[in-house]
């Protein structure tokens, strides 16, 4: 979900990217985004690598609205990877804030920790050493490689493959999950110059993001209108599995995140007893407590009373 933006307006993949499926695509597509690309801190020079890294993490099923001020916060306390090893897991999630999935905080100060020990504290530019570091996956290692560094990778996020399945295969939604035949796609659709297709991969997301959106999508603001299979198609219905809907009002997560409410406030350990006040139910408050404990999210101390890990 991130690149940097609006270099000087060239395409030199555009006569010849060795994509024909993509060409009638690519220049396109790329001049809209340098035309209509938002201007997010972590596409500008200065985020560097580390700044792409923690916004890719931050911004994985959030929206950039909220990723904005904890971002910003987080970047200021911990500018490098070795400066958030020095501190304890525990603040990673404290920082957290509201943002949501918590695990990602964790996730986040492992791959800080392992770049520390492992690389200098840089951040690494090889896609394979991206892809070794504790909580990195394909998406992440390949948008990291892909907006911090130039390289030449199919990024995939829910926005991209929306763009895909619309303008390409003609239906309305990809499926739920990432399939076998969408990475395929995503590799024919991959311009061969390394900067052409760094900037297609930010591209196609920013115009997912902006107007080819899951609802109300805004063909008429969008630069490949014209050639959209399922615009062309007029636009058939779904006709997949359900869409998976989130819900959060009275589900373990809703507990899960009072609970960690609770214990990010304080700096001492907290006792059982105010953390039974946030949620009447007892069954199910103890089922989160006990998840947020085997997630490595909170520490259970001596004397029925509760942490953030320092370890």
């Not at 991206?130 to 030449?152: C, D, H, K, M, N």
Request: charged share 20%; proline share 10%; aromatic share 6%.
């Amino acid at each position: 979900m991130t690149a940097p933006t609006k270099p000087p307006h060239s395409h030199p993949a555009d006569a010849s990217s060795g994509s024909p499926l993509g060409q009638p695509l690519h220049g396109t597509v790329i001049d809209w985004f340098e035309d209509n690309a938002r201007d997010l801190p972590w596409r500008r020079p200065e985020a560097g690598p580390w700044g792409v890294m923690v916004s890719e993490f931050m911004l994985q099923q959030t929206p950039v609205n909220r990723v904005l001020p904890v971002y910003e916060q987080w970047l200021a306390r911990w500018p490098r990877p070795a400066d958030l090893a020095k501190d304890a897991p525990g603040e990673a999630v404290r920082a957290w804030g509201r943002l949501g999935y918590p695990r990602r905080a964790l996730r986040l100060h492992g791959a800080a920790v392992a770049i520390a020990e492992r690389h200098g504290g840089d951040v690494p530019t090889d896609h394979a050493q991206l892809l070794a570091l504790p909580g990195i996956g394909e998406y992440t290692a390949a948008a990291v490689a892909s907006f911090a560094y130039g390289q030449r990778h199919p990024v995939l996020d829910t926005n991209v493959r929306r763009v895909f399945a619309r303008a390409v295969t003609g239906v309305q939604y990809p499926p739920n999950a990432t399939t076998a035949a969408e990475r395929k796609l995503a590799r024919a659709l991959l311009p061969e110059d390394e900067g052409t297709a760094a900037r297609w991969a930010a591209a196609s997301m920013e115009l997912g993001a902006l107007v080819c959106t899951a609802k109300n999508e805004s063909c008429h603001r969008c630069p490949i209108a014209a050639q959209c299979a399922w615009r062309l198609a007029g636009k058939p219905e779904h006709e997949g599995p359900p869409r998976r809907g989130q819900t959060y009002a009275g589900t373990d997560r809703q507990v899960r995140g009072k609970l960690l409410a609770v214990l990010r406030e304080a700096h001492a350990p907290v006792p059982q007893a105010a953390l039974d006040r946030v949620w009447h139910e007892p069954v199910q408050r103890a089922r989160a407590l006990d998840g947020l404990v085997a997630d490595g999210l909170v520490e259970p101390l001596p004397g029925g009373t509760y942490r953030l890990p320092l370890t």
